[in-house]
């Protein structure tokens, strides 16, 4: 049983979140999305409402059976054990991605040079997709709903009338 874990902050899942997610589904026998708590990030939505939406929105995939959505409160390659993952899956945007993604691969196989990381390049129609550029965009009274599901669009409507 291949075992994978997509990790992310999901501060909210977008489109292109989705699209890693599907494809990463046909990777893997289950794929565990790990919603980081990333409490020092200070997210925009809290830990509970970004489980509900990924969950929410998996619900709506082909492939639902086979994902799991749980929450990743500390490190990822530890968080990885504990599920005993064989592999993590990660989405590559641009080149401001890789940078970073390459310094984290080469930490995280140190702790644990059993368990792959694999990168799935964002296709071309989600490439600029970002939850930092929809909540921003949000915020300023755009329409996000190119970006993000309606139910998540509805989401970010709610907590920044509240805020
Ligand atoms: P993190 O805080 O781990 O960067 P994110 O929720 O921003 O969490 O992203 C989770 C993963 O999804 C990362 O690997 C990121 O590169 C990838 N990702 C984010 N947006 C997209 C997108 N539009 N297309 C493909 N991959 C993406």
Redesign the pocket.
């Known amino acids: 049983m291949r075992i994978g874990i997509y990790?992310?902050?999901?501060?909210p899942i977008?489109k292109?979140?989705l699209?890693?997610i599907n494809r990463a589904a046909k990777l893997v026998d289950q794929l565990i999305i790990g919603v980081?708590v990333n409490e020092n990030k200070a997210p925009f939505f809290p830990l509970d409402q970004r489980l509900e939406m990924v969950e929410e929105e998996v619900k709506t995939l082909s492939a639902a059976d086979s994902i799991v959505v749980k929450p990743l409160p500390g490190l990822l390659m530890t968080f990885a054990e504990e599920q005993n993952a064989n592999v993590i899956i990660?989405?590559?945007?641009a080149v401001s991605?890789f940078e970073y993604e390459f310094q984290m691969t080469g930490m995280n196989s140190r702790l644990n040079p059993e368990i792959e990381i694999v990168f799935l390049m964002?296709v071309d129609k989600?490439?600029f997709?970002?939850?930092r550029l929809v909540k921003e965009v949000a915020t300023l009274g755009g329409d996000v709903k190119a970006f993000v599901s309606e139910t998540v669009a509805d989401a970010l409507k709610t907590a920044i009338a509240k805020a």
Do not use: C, E, M, V
Request: glycine share 14%; no cysteine.
């Open positions: 990790p992310g902050t999901f501060d977008t292109g979140h699209d890693i980081a990660r989405g590559l945007r991605d964002a989600y490439q997709i970002s939850s």
